[in-house]
């Protein structure tokens, strides 16, 4: 029997999605094996200094801005990496890498390019995004050339959808796959009720880049108004120039709320009544948004795109409504406004999603996905023995 050891490769943990995906998968498996997360980002250990039963790793750097420097000092710190992350894997008895984020996956395959280590990728939709130009046709050829040279020497891909298959179809090796999907922990879980109500409050949660359908779910939620006075929208995001230049553009609404970034997510939609998350990102595949929404017990209006409508149960028992894309590759802002009113006038529908957001939650429990991943672990070390 094999003492598991485990260790990830992460880009940063600047933003909570992907992330956060990660830290909760790291500390599940720390209660039984040994992990260590290996960051290359300082910004993390700005806000967090440790993750319960998980070891963190910092890069040794020489510098923290390359700025100005000759190119071959990057150079030299890339090799000092690659010789701690080679000492970190021998001094810690490693038996298995974890990789998050196609940057992170390349910087690896450079690093055990040449080793028999077992290897494998989270693959959380991003791949689909660098693949192609901005045109969403054209392939960028550096990053088609990078993903093959993962791809070469990767043991095995977990994937969050089976969209994020597609990618094979412009790859030159597809390896063994499995999907798992996304875990959440959460102390405990219940449906948000219909109470006729006050003002109702509308979250849209998401990374500040505009295929997530920031300013068509600004445009709905002023639909909206025109039927239900009483009503906010709550803005959670990841900082960018282009969430600043929507701040500026919509400030004087007060029922408007630009929030920007929050750790504990759970309790911020705790107390939000609905979720709108109309999403046009061509890389969309499990959002852990929509995860979160169900773990909070309350319905969600989204778009179609990835596994957003059998993550809500759309078809057996839904949990919101699935609003497709239109011609121009955008929801359009009307019928998310009408879905959002429908919850808002039906309080049996609305009551009815609640509960069977609640149900639409289980797969996505921590300890399955922890079971899942520890399996795959033990099979691909063992493999790799035989």
Same mark, same amino acid.
């Given at each position: ?6 260790t990830? #490769?992460?880009?940063?943990f600047k933003?909570?999605?992907a992330?956060?995906? /990660?830290k909760q ?5 720390g209660k %039984? ?6 960051l290359?980002s300082?910004? #993390?250990? +700005?806000? @967090? ?5 998980v070891?963190?790793?910092y890069?040794?750097?020489?510098f923290? $801005? ?9 150079q ?11 000492l970190?894997l021998?001094?810690?008895?490693i ?7 196609y !940057?992170s ?14 290897w ?6 991003? #791949?689909?995004d ?6 969403? $046709?054209t @392939? ?5 050339? !990078?993903m093959?040279?993962i ?8 994937m ?14 597809k390896p ?15 449906? !948000? ?11 849209? /949660?998401? !990374? ?17 108004k025109i =039927?239900?006075?009483q009503?906010?929208? %709550?803005?959670? #995001?990841?900082?960018?120039p282009?969430?600043?230049?929507l %701040?500026?553009?919509?400030k004087g609404?007060s029922?408007?709320?630009f ?6 997510i ?10 709108l998350f109309?999403s046009?990102?061509? $890389? ?6 929509i995860i979160?929404a169900l ?9 179609d795109?990835?596994?957003?409508p ?6 057996s +028992?839904?949990?919101?409504?699935c ?16 879905c ?18 609640i ?17 795959? =672990? $033990?099979n691909l ?6």
């Amino acid at each position: 029997m094999i003492e598991n050891a485990y260790t990830y #490769y992460n880009r940063n943990f600047k933003y909570r999605w992907a992330e956060n995906f /990660v830290k909760q998968l790291a500390t599940g498996l720390g209660k %039984k094996h040994s992990v260590f997360l290996l960051l290359t980002s300082v910004d #993390y250990g +700005q806000r @967090i200094t440790e993750l319960q039963n998980v070891k963190l790793i910092y890069p040794w750097r020489l510098f923290n $801005s390359f700025i100005g420097l000759p190119y071959w000092i990057f150079q030299f710190q890339y090799v000092i990496q690659w010789i701690q992350f080679r000492l970190l894997l021998i001094y810690y008895n490693i038996e298995i890498v974890h990789s998050h984020l196609y !940057r992170s996956d390349y910087k690896i395959y450079k690093w055990l390019r040449w080793s028999h280590m077992p290897w494998m990728i989270g693959m959380h939709g991003c #791949y689909e995004d660098y693949l192609f130009m901005e045109d969403n $046709s054209t @392939i960028s050829q550096n990053d088609f050339n !990078r993903m093959n040279d993962i791809l070469s020497r990767v043991n095995f891909v977990a994937m969050a959808s089976e969209k994020n298959a597609t990618i094979f179809k412009y790859t030159l090796r597809k390896p063994l796959t499995q999907v798992i999907n996304f875990g959440l922990a959460v102390d405990s879980i219940f449906p !948000r009720q219909h109470l006729g109500k006050k003002t109702w409050i509308i979250g849209i /949660v998401s !990374r500040g880049i505009e295929s997530k359908g920031w300013q068509i779910g600004i445009e709905a939620f002023n639909q909206l108004k025109i =039927y239900i006075p009483q009503i906010k929208l %709550k803005l959670f #995001y990841s900082e960018t120039p282009y969430m600043l230049g929507l %701040k500026e553009r919509w400030k004087g609404y007060s029922d408007i709320e630009f929030i920007g970034f929050k750790d504990n997510i759970l309790k911020e939609m705790r107390e939000m009544d609905i979720l709108l998350f109309p999403s046009f990102f061509v $890389s969309e595949s499990q959002p852990i948004t929509i995860i979160e929404a169900l773990a909070s017990g309350i319905p969600v209006v989204a778009t179609d795109i990835g596994e957003i409508p059998r993550m809500l149960g759309v078809g057996s +028992q839904p949990s919101g409504f699935c609003v497709p894309l239109e011609d121009n590759g955008m929801p359009g802002a009307e019928k998310l406004a009408m879905c959002l009113k429908n919850l808002i006038f039906d309080p049996d529908l609305y009551n009815a999603m609640a509960r069977a957001a609640i149900k639409n939650f289980k797969p996505f429990d921590i300890n399955r996905c922890v079971d899942q991943y520890t399996m795959l =672990y $033990s099979n691909l070390i063992n493999r790799t023995i035989e």
